[in-house]
Each structure stands twice: as structure tokens, then as C-alpha cells.
């Protein structure tokens, strides 16, 4: 089973990727190559994760060729500087072992940052063929329409917190109006979803568990794709599944009525997200 596609006039990019914040070492290239054998072809990582040397390991051992998989990396905030930029991309894709990522992401804005210089070092990294796409993970509305509106980089993707509790609408419709891949981290909460009441009975009344209907609800939303990490071959199958699970108008109006302010993910150098 492999995922549907999104595509879009800048990106062609699987619904659905394995997540791998947390994932180390062996248990990372492990987890990496045993989700590939059951049809995942969207990776992700981050410099920030420690586990591209693993993650490139788990692809290399695939038996898949490079060119299958959709394979993102992302830049730190503190790393934001041209300079600094380049040398961590290269740097990633060195410990990747590759020529190229599919999609390099600025990880977070920096408070203060010069926007149209860390865009500029982007668009490079899409010109010098390091990365086949580019884009930018948690930024805010206010900040997404100032990138776009510079037309320095070909932003191409936007990586943000979402799942049944946290929707940002305004995000959401940037990305429509942009042609943006809009990709949800945490997209089942952090399986908080298995707790929940509601969840529970639509997942009973579809055979499935509510962290497949938490997904299956993103893959009814336009131009999302998901990212739920699971170590666990019996987790990525099911998470892999859900994206051929479709709920009824009932469900979603369900899943509609739960709380849609709660973030999961808020570190102290987090952005002002209503910016
Ligand atoms: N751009 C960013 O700033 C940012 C921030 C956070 C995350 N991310 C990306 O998004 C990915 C996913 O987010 P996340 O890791 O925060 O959370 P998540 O995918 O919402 O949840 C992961 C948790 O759910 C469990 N799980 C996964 N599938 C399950 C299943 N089918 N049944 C029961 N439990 C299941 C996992 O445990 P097991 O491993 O034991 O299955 C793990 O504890 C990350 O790995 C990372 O790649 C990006």
C-alpha cells in the first residue's frame, strides 16, 4: 500500500509520512527502512532531530531507489544567516547521504530575523539543486503572506501543528490561495486521540482507532498531507492506512465540535502565532 498524492503546481508530494522526531540511531534507520517496506515514500527528519545519519541509513538499506521517496529536511532558527543557511543544508544532506532533499524547510522563524536574506539563501538551495522544493515550517499567518507576498523563494510547502484540536484556518487558506502543501506535524495528537470519547465512537462505528480516524480527517481537508511518527511497524501500518478511510458527513461534523485551539507544541523561542 503506498499513499495518495498531493499534487500541486509546485510539489508532488505522499499524503502520508513517517515522522521521526525522537527516532534514534539503529531504532531510527530501523524504523525508517521497515516503514518504507510497507509502502512509505515520504520521509521526515530535521537537522535538529540528531537522526539523519540513521534516517539516510534506513533509506540507503530500502532497496528503494532515492528517487521514490520524498525525503525533507529542515534548518534551525539559529542557523537562519545565508551563510549559516547553506552549511547546514549541505551538512544535512551530507549526513543524509545525498545529493538532494525533496523539500528543505526553515525549521522556525527567529525573532528578528532578516526574512528576505533567509529566503534568498532558500531559493538558492532550489537553484543549485540541493533541494527539489523549499518552504517553511511554524510560521504565522501574518508572517507566511510576508514570504509569500516577497517572491524571493518558491515557497512550496508549509509544516505546522494540526490535527482534530488545533486547526488554523487562516493558514490553512494562505495555503490554498498559494498552492501550498500545507503538512501536519503531531497529526494525531501525540495519540492523545485514543483517549477521547468521541474519537472512540466513530472509530468503533468504521472498525478502525481513533488515531486512524484522526488522520483520515486530515486527508479529508485540501492540500494537507500528514507526518505521524510511529517506531512501531504496527502503527505505521494502520497510520498508512487511514489514508484510504473516508468518514461520513456525520463524522466529520463530530470531529468538527471538538475544541480546535489546543496546541501540543510551544517552546519558549516559538513565534507570536497570531502575528
Ligand atoms: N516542524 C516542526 O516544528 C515539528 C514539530 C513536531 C513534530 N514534527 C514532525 O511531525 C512528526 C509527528 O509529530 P509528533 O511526533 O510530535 O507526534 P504524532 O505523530 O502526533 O504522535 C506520535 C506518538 O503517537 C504514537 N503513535 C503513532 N502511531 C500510533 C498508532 N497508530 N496507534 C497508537 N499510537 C501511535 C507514537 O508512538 P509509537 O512510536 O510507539 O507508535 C508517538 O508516541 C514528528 O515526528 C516530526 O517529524 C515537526
Known amino acids: 500500500m503506498t499513499a495518495p498524492i498531493l499534487e500541486t503546481p509546485k510539489l508532488r508530494i505522499p499524503r502520508i509520512g513517517l515522522g521521526t522526531w525522537q527516532l534514534r540511531g539503529a531504532e531510527a534507520t530501523a524504523a525508517v527502512a521497515g516503514a518504507i517496506s510497507l509502502g512509505y515514500r515520504h520521509i521526515d527528519t530535521a537537522s535538529m532531530y540528531g537522526n539523519e545519519e540513521a534516517v539516510g541509513a534506513g533509506i540507503a538499506g530500502s532497496g528503494v531507489k532515492r528517487e521514490d521517496i520524498f525525503l525533507t529536511t529542515k534548518v534551525w532558527w539559529t542557523e537562519l544567516a545565508p551563510d549559516a543557511l547553506r552549511a547546514s543544508a549541505e551538512a544535512s544532506l551530507k549526513r543524509l547521504a545525498t545529493p538532494y532533499a525533496d523539500l528543505i524547510l526553515i525549521h522556525w522563524p527567529a525573532k528578528g530575523m532578516d526574512l528576505s536574506a533567509a529566503l534568498t539563501a532558500l531559493a538558492q538551495l532550489k537553484s543549485d ?147
Open 129 to 275: 539543486g540541493l533541494a527539489r522544493a523549499v518552504g517553511v515550517s511554524n510560521f504565522p499567518p501574518g508572517l507566511l503572506k510576508q514570504a509569500l507576498d516577497l517572491s524571493i523563494a518558491p515557497i512550496a510547502a508549509l509544516q505546522v501543528e494540526c490535527h482534530v484540536y488545533l486547526w488554523q484556518e487562516k493558514l490553512a487558506a494562505l495555503c490554498r490561495a498559494n498552492d501550498l502543501a500545507m503538512t501536519a506535524y503531531s497529526p494525531i495528537a501525540k495519540a492523545q486521540v485514543n483517549d477521547d470519547p468521541v474519537m472512540q465512537a466513530i472509530a468503533r462505528r468504521h472498525g478502525a482507532t481513533p488515531v486512524q480516524v484522526a488522520i483520515a480527517w486530515l486527508m479529508a481537508q485540501q492540500n494537507l498531507v500528514a507526518i505521524p511518527k510511529s517506531g512501531r511497524a504496527e502503527g505505521q501500518k494502520d497510520n498508512l492506512a487511514a489514508a484510504s478511510m473516508a468518514l461520513t458527513a456525520g463524522d466529520l461534523a463530530e470531529i468538527a465540535a471538538l475544541p480546535k485551539d489546543r496546541r501540543l507544541v510551544n517552546p519558549d523561542f516559538a513565534p507570536d502565532w497570531a502575528a
